[in-house]
Structures are given as structure tokens and as C-alpha cells.
């Protein structure tokens, strides 16, 4: 069955301009004002964004009635580019359009996967948690963290396979289409997005205790190593001579857009979005590491100086005991009084000294 957006027949004010291929209802020419007025909030999508961003809150706020800080910063990374980012392309008016534009369906695989996960890694959502929660899911929350799915997954070179092989998959066969056809996949898809990207993206730059995490030198050429794939894959769609979806968007006939000129667009798009999204990830990274440096040299130092204060104390405690001899011997009293003479030596008898 043909499949864009039913929801969208309910909600929209303007008349569809065509049908698609057994009377399915496409949406009239995109324009912003769109992005509002076609929000839906019906979706299980949207459930799970409400409940992540209630649970966050509620977190916050038993740290501060604690008298616990939690930096505001990480609350507006989840909350803003991360489950808002999330939210602008799924639950927004673009939801009506990303069956109908290959285009529209690239902005969401780019913030789905490449910059929601980001700032939801930086919102530190694990730490928050593990701060916050009893013992018993505490330990709980550990023991999933530490597994060894977990810590398969969370590998970078895994990771990373995870993220580079993921779009080929997905764009280069038959899923793709199966996706567009069926509602509950390409939603799955949406879910699959994210859980790649926060995949590959939690062990880098996020802030949460993670199991093995590597050396900043090491994450930093591995975000060097993506920066290629996103220009092979954008460049790759841009010059492709096939549609993506086989026949599935000229079947919707829209007078209003062109297949091929919309994934000439998608792919640049990629490309683009890639590439720039790629520069903040490793500027983030870079920053990241250079703060951490500077707690390293801070530590180095407070323990430095703890020792030399160690040194200090113990020649403080060792002076008194060394001079205690040399006290003593200047401490004997001085009578003023010359030592009895010894007995007369014997003189010889010479002329004029007679015995």
C-alpha cells in the first residue's frame, strides 16, 4: 500500500493538489508556514519525547531540592538540540512531507542521527540518573551500562562500522522502499536513526561514565575518518542514475516537484549537512579535550604542592632532632673562672739558677 502521512488529510487546512497511484492523498507544494501548522502530537514518537524530557526535569529537580548543582547547560543541550531537535522533524509539519520529499527525508537523517545525538550525549542523561536514583536501579543502571552488549556496541570501531554501513543499508536496497510504503517502518527507521547516532557519538564526546572509552587523540581521528563517508554518500545520491524508492515518488505525481531535482537537493543536503555537522563535532571535541587537559594540570599541581608540603612538614620535624647535640653543647653554663694550674714542671739546674 502507497503510504504518505494520512494524518496529514486530517489536519491540513489546503485542499491536496493530486493523488497518487490508488487515490492516496499527497500533500499541496511545501512552504514553511507548514512546519507549524501541520504538528502532530498523536505519535508514540512524541509520547517518548514528553516522557524523556519529564523524566530529565524531574531529575534536575530532585538534585536541586537536595542542594545539589547541575550545571544548566547540559539541561539546555538535552532539552533544546537534543530532544527539540528530535521533535522539529518528527513531530513538526515536516512529518507530512518525508514520504513525498527525498529532500525532507535527509534533513531528519541528519538531525536524527548526526546532531540530536550530540547534544543528547552532552546533556549527560546517565549521569543525571545515577545521581539521582535509589540504590537498588542504581546498581541496575550500572550493571546494563557495564555489560557486555553494552560494551560491544559502545566500541568505537564498532560504533563507527555501525554508523558508516548503516545508510548504504538502509538507501541502496530494497528497505527503502518497504520504508516509505509502511508507516510503523518508516517510524522504526526515525527510532534506528538515533539509537546509530547516539551510539556513535556517546562514546565520544559524551560525558556519561561509559566502559572503555579511548584517548582523545584516538576520537578525534576517528571523527576524522566520518568526515569522508558523508561526501561519498551525499556525492554518491547527487550523481546517482537511479531514484531512490524505484518509482515511488514519480507515482505520486506532484506537479509541484521534481524526483530528480529533489535528490539532487537530498544528496547535497548530506554532503553538506555532513560535512558541517563534522567541523562542530571535532571543534566540541577539541574544546572537550583542551578543558580536560587543564583539570589534569590542575590535579598534577594540587598534588604537587601537597607534596612539597609533605617535604616541608617532615624537614620541620626532622630539624629539632638533628640539632639537639649542638644545643646541648652551647648550653653549658660559663662560670668566668680559669682552670686550676697542674703541678710545677721541674726546672733544670743552670749557672745562676742554683736548685
Known amino acids: 500500500m502507497l503510504h504518505v502521512d494520512s494524518i496529514f488529510a486530517a489536519t491540513s487546512t489546503t485542499p491536496p493538489t493530486s ?52 550545571p544548566v547547560v547540559r539541561t539546555v543541550c538535552f532539552l533544546g538540540p537534543g530532544l527539540g531537535g528530535i ?38 542523561p546517565i549521569t543525571l540518573a545515577l545521581r539521582t536514583l535509589p540504590v537498588g536501579p542504581r546498581r541496575r543502571l550500572l550493571a546494563v551500562v557495564h555489560s557486555r552488549i553494552a560494551r560491544i556496541y559502545s566500541f568505537p570501531l564498532v560504533a563507527f562500522t555501525i554508523f558508516v554501513v548503516n545508510p548504504f543499508a538502509l538507501y541502496f536496497t530494497d528497505l527503502y522502499r518497504y ?33 572503555g572509552r579511548w584517548p582523545y587523540p584516538a576520537r578525534a581521528l576517528l571523527m576524522l575518518l566520518s568526515v569522508p563517508f558523508h561526501t561519498v554518500l551525499g556525492l554518491t545520491i547527487m550523481q546517482s542514475t537511479t531514484l531512490f524508492g524505484g518509482d515511488w515518488y514519480p507515482s505520486l505525481g506532484l506537479a509541484w ?13 548530506l554532503w553538506a549537512g555532513g560535512e558541517f555537522v563534522s567541523v562542530t563535532m571535532l571543534a566540541v571535541l577539541v574544546v572537550q579535550w583542551v578543558k580536560q587537559s587543564e583539570r589534569e594540570a590542575r590535579r598534577v599541581d ?51 739558677n742554683p736548685i
Request: hydrophobic share 50%.
Open 19 to 70: 493523488l497518487a497511484a490508488g487515490g492516496v492523498e499527497v500533500p499541496p507544494p511545501f512552504d514553511i508556514t507548514r512546519v507549524f501548522t501541520e504538528t502532530r502530537l498523536d505519535s508514540w514518537l512524541a509520547l517518548g519525547l514528553v516522557l524523556a524530557a519529564g523524566l530529565y526535569l524531574y531529575g534536575v529537580h530532585r538534585l536541586r531540592l537536595r542542594g545539589d548543582r547541575w
Open 87 to 124: 521533535a522539529a522533524v518528527t513531530v513538526s509539519g515536516l512529518h507530512a512531507y518525508d514520504t513525498a520529499l527525498l529532500s525532507v527525508h535527509m534533513v531528519q537523517h541528519m538531525v536524527l542521527s548526526m546532531i540530536s545525538p550530540i547534544f543528547l550525549a552532552l546533556g549527560a
Open 179 to 211: 520504508t516509505l510504503e509502511h508507516a510503523w517502518a518508516h517510524e522504526l527507521v526515525h527510532a534506528h536513526f538515533i539509537m546509530t547516532g547516539c551510539v556513535f557519538f556517546w562514546p565520544l564526546l559524551g560525558l556519561d561514565p561509559l566502559p
Open 257 to 269: 516537484s521534481d524526483p530528480w531535482n529533489d535528490q539532487v537537493v537530498a544528496g547535497g543536503i
Open 302 to 352: 594540587r598534588e604537587l604542592d601537597r607534596q612539597e608540603a609533605r617535604d616541608r612538614a617532615a624537614e620541620a620535624a626532622a630539624t629539632p632532632a638533628a640539632a639537639t647535640p649542638a644545643a646541648v653543647a652551647t648550653a653549658t653554663p660559663d662560670t668566668g673562672t680559669t682552670p686550676p694550674a697542674g703541678p710545677p714542671a721541674a726546672t733544670a739546674a743552670t749557672p745562676g
